[in-house]
């Protein structure tokens, strides 16, 4: 059994940077893969990015490609997402989720939702001039 606490979120103005942590409790951290979504009001809920449990790939829509990194920290138990120059259209609640490898392998499937088992509650992130 993994547990995720994602914290971080808050209000940035336009252009700034946030950085969400994601800690997990339990000994099998560091074998899933993780993943970040998000989710704004009205709309489903989206990837935004993921990365392999030796943190050897990573994955990013294309909407943060270039903006956003994703990276993890084994020893911590903990992946974190820094996100640089945010826009209004960032604004959402952040989830991180983890999956087991087995379920990941292809860019694909770090896309999809099903196959991630556990999910944290969420941190709101609001981009506001």
């Known amino acids: 059994q993994v547990q995720l606490v994602e914290s971080g979120g808050g209000l940035v103005q336009p252009g700034g940077s946030l950085r969400l942590s994601c800690v997990a409790s339990?000994?099998?951290?560091?074998?899933?893969?993780m993943g970040w979504f998000r989710q704004a009001p009205g709309k489903e809920r989206e990837f935004v990015a993921g990365i392999s449990w030796s943190a050897d790939s990573t994955y990013y829509s294309d909407s943060v490609k270039g903006r956003f990194t994703i990276s993890r920290d084994n020893a911590k138990n903990t992946v974190y997402l820094q996100m640089n120059s945010l826009k209004l259209e960032d604004t959402a609640i952040y989830y991180c989720?983890?999956?087991?490898?087995?379920?990941?392998?292809?860019?694909?499937?770090?896309?999809?939702?099903?196959?991630?088992?556990?999910w944290g509650q969420g941190t709101q992130v609001t981009v506001s001039a």
């Open positions: 339990g000994r099998t951290f560091s074998s899933y893969a």
């Open positions: 989720a983890g999956a087991h490898p087995d379920e990941v392998p292809t860019t694909k499937h770090y896309m999809s939702l099903p196959v991630y088992d556990y």
